[in-house]
């Protein structure tokens, strides 16, 4: 077997049949000088309500601004607490301190990564009280209302919706979905019984197009998916100043616009979106066959029946994952690690009096996980390298008995 570099993440790859129509679209907008907003970003978030089987879409810059706008416009203020999990890019907890309010963790579920259903149950039934005059819950320890969930739809699948959506409805919660690293991923909901795209099943979603997510701008992009209109009106305003028309400022507000050449980029990529998801899930049913019989050494990714994954990530789960990673790093394999510190004992959040073993589950994930090259060009002779460096290295250390 060759002994050919395999990049962790191909942004050039997926850009190589797309120049002529980026040119164009390059062309239109500077033919146009339509920078900001106007019929490209109109025109994307249309396609993009539709792709998300959600009413309302709105373009912003980032996923971090589509998660701080989401929860202000949901209605999160001040001394609030929003709960979500430890496990996810700090742009989550950003977001949610930044609407100005505290964020709490619940444990994740061992196999998916997402959240626990029933610890979050456990949180709202142990950890706070009902007050039936303000229909809140209360934290007991700190005496503020928890008024919001973010479920985090972690390496492109879907967090355990229906009964995460239950607790918000018995307990008052809005559901912000932070879909950023799961465009296209599906649930099935047993409500409707049927097939629910991520972005269509919480009270809002925010989606980041960092360049190497699924659908990737080329700099930086979000958006917002709502059913809600009046919370898509408010995200609107967020993101421009205020502005409800161009000097008139109806509230304080942000610079958090989606730029036109961005969007048309996004919306030429997005007719490719089922595809290269496609491509992606074929990739990693591969690496599970590849893998199969390997299982005491890796765990493998777990996608429930529930569950189709657009596999944002591949994520392997190693004991000793400093010495794989050194391993695969020295045959010239890229890896990634999603995340190596959960975010309570992350220094930033020091100040929120979390300490080891508060979310083991999480804790115990970070110290393990370790993300394999995945991306849609992939080829099998590529994921057989990766493969076959893996698995070699588990021989190595068994011989060496330092396992
Ligand atoms: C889970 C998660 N949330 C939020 C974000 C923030 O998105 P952005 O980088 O576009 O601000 C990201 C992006 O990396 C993410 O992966």
């Given at each position: 077997m060759s002994d050919e570099k395999v990049p962790f993440l191909d942004l050039v790859a997926v850009h190589r049949g797309l120049q002529n129509e980026f040119v164009d679209i390059l062309k239109t907008v500077l033919g146009t000088a339509g920078f900001i907003g106007g019929p490209m970003v109109q025109g994307f978030e249309e396609d993009f309500a539709k792709f998300c089987e959600s009413r309302f879409c709105v373009g912003v810059g980032s996923g971090t601004d589509a998660l701080r706008f989401a929860l202000m416009a949901a209605g999160i203020r001040s001394g609030d607490i929003v709960v979500t999990v430890p496990?996810?890019?700090?742009a989550t907890t950003e977001a949610i301190s930044q609407a100005g309010a505290r964020c709490d963790f619940v444990d994740i579920e061992e196999r998916t990564y997402t959240m626990d259903p029933g610890k979050l149950r456990q949180y709202l039934e142990k950890d706070c009280s009902w007050d039936s005059g303000t229909k809140r819950a209360f934290h007991k320890r700190t005496g503020h209302p928890v008024t919001a969930v973010v479920p985090v739809h972690l390496y492109g699948q879907m967090a355990d919706m229906d009964p995460i959506l239950d607790l918000a409805t018995q307990y008052n919660l809005k559901v912000i979905e932070d879909a950023c690293q799961a465009q296209g991923a599906e649930y099935f909901s047993k409500k409707g019984n049927r097939w629910r795209k991520a972005g269509s099943m919480g009270h809002a979603a925010a989606f980041s197009f960092y360049p190497g997510k699924n659908l990737g701008a080329c700099g930086e992009a979000g958006a917002i998916t709502t059913d809600d209109e009046q919370l898509a009106q408010t995200c609107r305003l967020l993101r421009d100043h205020g502005q409800s028309k161009k000097y008139f400022h109806d509230i304080e507000g942000y610079n958090g616009r989606l730029d036109a050449i961005q969007a048309g980029f996004l919306r030429a990529k997005l007719r490719h979106l089922e595809k290269w998801n496609g491509q992606r899930r074929d990739i990693a049913h591969r690496y599970n066959t590849l893998f199969a019989g390997a299982e005491e050494d890796v765990t493998l990714p777990h996608e429930p029946e529930w569950c189709r994954s657009v596999y944002h990530l591949y994520v392997l789960r190693v004991a000793d994952r400093v010495q794989l990673q050194k391993r695969l790093d020295e045959a010239g394999i890229g890896t990634g690690i999603h995340y190596p510190i959960a975010l309570h004992l992350t220094k930033a959040y020091e100040g929120l009096g979390f300490r080891v073993g508060d979310f083991p589950v999480a804790e115990k994930a970070a110290s393990q996980v370790l993300s394999l090259p995945m991306f849609p060009e992939l080829t099998s002779r590529q994921q057989e390298r990766v493969v076959t460096e893996v698995l070699k290295s588990f021989v190595v250390v068994s011989g060496s008995g330092s396992r």
């Open positions: 496990n996810t890019f700090i």
